[in-house]
């Protein structure tokens, strides 16, 4: 079964970078929408969204906030992890087909609370930034090596 | 069809709030977990979670962030609205079950570039506060009234 690791507190430094790559596809925007309830057509129809200045189907923004959120949790510092807080500027939209890679960089550590700072950077295929902020979580303090969790299957009907 | 109506930049004023509720169920945190990638066993797996603190899974905090845009989009301002960007602090757990109750409130305009900033809070059936922060946006300056997106169906399997 495929696990996931992350790193302590004290296995992290300043400076230290990690990477996250997620494709959107149409699918995702479905589930993104059922799950949070944002049903506006400009995510989901594309006859609409053809009127609007962005042509065709845009993804929610704060789906690439799931996505950097994902990168966090998944990588750096991965499993154990406790969100405290996240900041978001969404700066291009995302398209059906972008491939989103998450830049993350450590840019502070606050030994007291364990805190880590954590630039967060989403850049599509075309190496543009579409949104950025800064994290600021709780890192765990033992190692852990989990079990990825098995999604069941899901199907989108027609 | 049902439709979603929207505020223009004129019509919201300072002050103004709305409210939005969305149920977080298991499906949801599976629907959030495929579209963002995060398999954290802490959201999925029941036996896996009795380990951790919390003593059963909790949904991903950024699916409260994404439950926070979904008011942005659907209520306040609605369709048309350009999210511009979003701090959140993350305060509480979020479990299967619980009810998220979206509290939005115009903070500040400003005219030029028809920017509205909304404070956040997200408040769960206890009357506890799980989630909260800022949103700018860029208001729509067009009266709007879209048809909301008919999701296809989801099943999920076991």
Chains 1, 2 share one sequence.
Do not use: W
């Not at 929408?33 to 049903?39: F, H, M, N, V």
């Not at 978001?88 to 007291?112: A, S």
């Amino acid at each position: 079964m495929p696990k996931i690791s992350n790193f302590t507190y004290d296995e992290i430094y300043i400076g230290q970078t990690a990477q996250y790559t997620k494709p959107v596809k149409a699918s995702d925007i479905v589930l993104f929408a059922a799950a949070s309830g944002d049903l506006n057509p400009v995510h989901l129809d594309a006859g609409f969204a053809a009127t609007t200045p962005f042509g065709e189907p845009i993804a929610h923004g704060m789906l690439t906030g799931a996505i950097i959120s994902a990168a966090i949790a998944m990588e750096l510092p991965g499993p154990g992890t406790i969100y405290l807080s996240q900041s978001l500027r969404f700066r291009l939209p995302v398209k059906i087909g972008d491939e989103i890679c998450v830049h993350l960089e450590v840019t502070d550590k606050k030994d007291k609370r364990k805190f880590v700072t954590l630039d967060c950077k989403a850049v599509n295929q075309h190496g543009k930034v579409v949104a950025s902020g800064t994290a600021e979580v709780m890192s765990p303090t033992e190692k852990l090596l989990v079990n990825r969790a098995e999604l069941p299957e899901i199907e989108i009907g027609g």
